[in-house]
Nanobody, 123 residues
Framework: VQLQESGPGLVKPSQTLSLTCTVSGASITTNYYYWSWIRQAPGKGLEWMGAIGYSGSTNYSPSLKSRTSISRDTSKNQFTLQLSSVTPEDTAVYYC????????????????RGQGTQVTVSS
Protein backbone atom coordinates (compact mmCIF):
# COMPACT_ATOMS: atom_id res chain seq x y z
CA VAL A 1 0.00 0.00 0.00
CA GLN A 2 1.35 3.40 -0.96
CA LEU A 3 0.05 6.87 -0.21
CA GLN A 4 1.31 9.98 -1.96
CA GLU A 5 0.46 13.54 -1.02
CA SER A 6 0.35 16.22 -3.70
CA GLY A 7 -0.45 19.89 -3.83
CA PRO A 8 1.10 23.34 -3.75
CA GLY A 9 4.03 23.90 -1.45
CA LEU A 10 3.26 27.58 -0.97
CA VAL A 11 -0.09 29.11 -0.09
CA LYS A 12 -0.87 32.75 0.62
CA PRO A 13 -2.56 33.79 3.87
CA SER A 14 -6.37 33.74 3.77
CA GLN A 15 -6.39 31.32 0.84
CA THR A 16 -7.55 27.70 0.87
CA LEU A 17 -4.98 24.95 1.08
CA SER A 18 -5.85 21.91 -1.01
CA LEU A 19 -3.96 18.62 -0.88
CA THR A 20 -4.68 15.28 -2.49
CA CYS A 21 -3.64 11.84 -1.30
CA THR A 22 -3.40 9.22 -4.02
CA VAL A 23 -3.63 5.66 -2.77
CA SER A 24 -2.32 2.59 -4.56
CA GLY A 25 -2.37 -1.03 -3.52
CA ALA A 26 -5.63 -0.72 -1.59
CA SER A 27 -9.08 0.72 -2.12
CA ILE A 28 -10.24 3.65 -0.02
CA THR A 29 -13.64 1.96 0.17
CA THR A 30 -12.34 -1.20 1.83
CA ASN A 31 -14.32 -1.91 4.98
CA TYR A 32 -13.12 -0.62 8.34
CA TYR A 33 -10.34 1.64 7.10
CA TYR A 34 -10.14 5.35 7.81
CA TRP A 35 -8.00 7.73 5.79
CA SER A 36 -6.58 10.60 7.76
CA TRP A 37 -4.78 13.86 7.34
CA ILE A 38 -2.16 14.67 9.95
CA ARG A 39 0.26 17.55 10.11
CA GLN A 40 3.37 18.52 12.02
CA ALA A 41 4.39 22.12 12.36
CA PRO A 42 8.02 23.04 13.00
CA GLY A 43 9.01 22.17 16.54
CA LYS A 44 5.58 20.77 17.40
CA GLY A 45 3.98 17.38 17.73
CA LEU A 46 1.60 15.60 15.41
CA GLU A 47 -1.82 17.13 14.92
CA TRP A 48 -4.61 14.94 13.59
CA MET A 49 -6.82 17.03 11.34
CA GLY A 50 -9.55 14.73 10.17
CA ALA A 51 -10.44 11.50 8.43
CA ILE A 52 -12.75 10.03 5.86
CA GLY A 53 -13.96 6.52 6.35
CA TYR A 54 -14.60 3.61 4.02
CA SER A 55 -18.27 4.57 3.79
CA GLY A 56 -17.48 8.20 3.06
CA SER A 57 -18.24 9.43 6.56
CA THR A 58 -16.01 12.20 7.90
CA ASN A 59 -14.58 13.12 11.28
CA TYR A 60 -12.75 16.32 12.12
CA SER A 61 -10.60 17.68 14.87
CA PRO A 62 -12.78 20.07 16.90
CA SER A 63 -10.09 22.72 16.74
CA LEU A 64 -10.00 22.67 12.93
CA LYS A 65 -13.54 21.61 12.09
CA SER A 66 -14.71 25.05 11.02
CA ARG A 67 -11.93 25.32 8.41
CA THR A 68 -11.49 21.72 7.27
CA SER A 69 -13.17 19.61 4.64
CA ILE A 70 -12.19 16.12 3.52
CA SER A 71 -13.67 14.51 0.43
CA ARG A 72 -12.88 11.61 -1.83
CA ASP A 73 -12.93 10.50 -5.44
CA THR A 74 -13.40 6.76 -5.45
CA SER A 75 -12.89 6.53 -9.22
CA LYS A 76 -9.35 7.84 -8.74
CA ASN A 77 -8.81 6.25 -5.32
CA GLN A 78 -7.93 9.64 -3.89
CA PHE A 79 -9.00 11.73 -0.95
CA THR A 80 -8.56 15.46 -0.58
CA LEU A 81 -8.00 17.93 2.23
CA GLN A 82 -9.17 21.51 2.04
CA LEU A 83 -8.18 23.94 4.78
CA SER A 84 -9.61 27.42 4.44
CA SER A 85 -8.46 30.80 5.70
CA VAL A 86 -4.90 29.66 6.23
CA THR A 87 -2.40 31.62 8.29
CA PRO A 88 1.36 31.20 8.78
CA GLU A 89 0.48 28.98 11.76
CA ASP A 90 -0.75 26.40 9.23
CA THR A 91 2.78 25.98 7.91
CA ALA A 92 3.62 22.32 8.42
CA VAL A 93 4.44 19.01 6.86
CA TYR A 94 1.15 17.40 5.88
CA TYR A 95 0.71 13.64 5.82
CA CYS A 96 -2.00 11.27 4.75
CA UNK A 97 -2.29 7.92 6.47
CA UNK A 98 -4.43 4.80 6.80
CA UNK A 99 -5.77 3.35 10.02
CA UNK A 100 -7.99 0.35 10.60
CA UNK A 101 -11.02 1.43 12.57
CA UNK A 102 -9.00 4.24 14.09
CA UNK A 103 -7.51 7.69 13.72
CA UNK A 104 -5.69 10.13 15.98
CA UNK A 105 -2.40 11.85 16.68
CA UNK A 106 -0.06 8.89 17.09
CA UNK A 107 1.74 7.11 14.27
CA UNK A 108 1.03 3.88 16.15
CA UNK A 109 -2.57 4.13 14.95
CA UNK A 110 -1.61 3.87 11.29
CA UNK A 111 -0.22 1.05 9.21
CA UNK A 112 0.66 3.13 6.16
CA ARG A 113 1.38 6.78 5.58
CA GLY A 114 2.73 9.03 2.87
CA GLN A 115 6.13 10.64 2.96
CA GLY A 116 4.62 14.02 3.75
CA THR A 117 4.56 17.28 1.87
CA GLN A 118 5.78 20.64 3.12
CA VAL A 119 3.26 23.44 2.94
CA THR A 120 4.33 26.98 3.73
CA VAL A 121 1.85 29.77 4.25
CA SER A 122 3.43 33.06 3.34
CA SER A 123 2.72 36.12 1.29
Amino acid sequence: VQLQESGPGLVKPSQTLSLTCTVSGASITTNYYYWSWIRQAPGKGLEWMGAIGYSGSTNYSPSLKSRTSISRDTSKNQFTLQLSSVTPEDTAVYYCARGRDTFGRSWKLYDYRGQGTQVTVSS
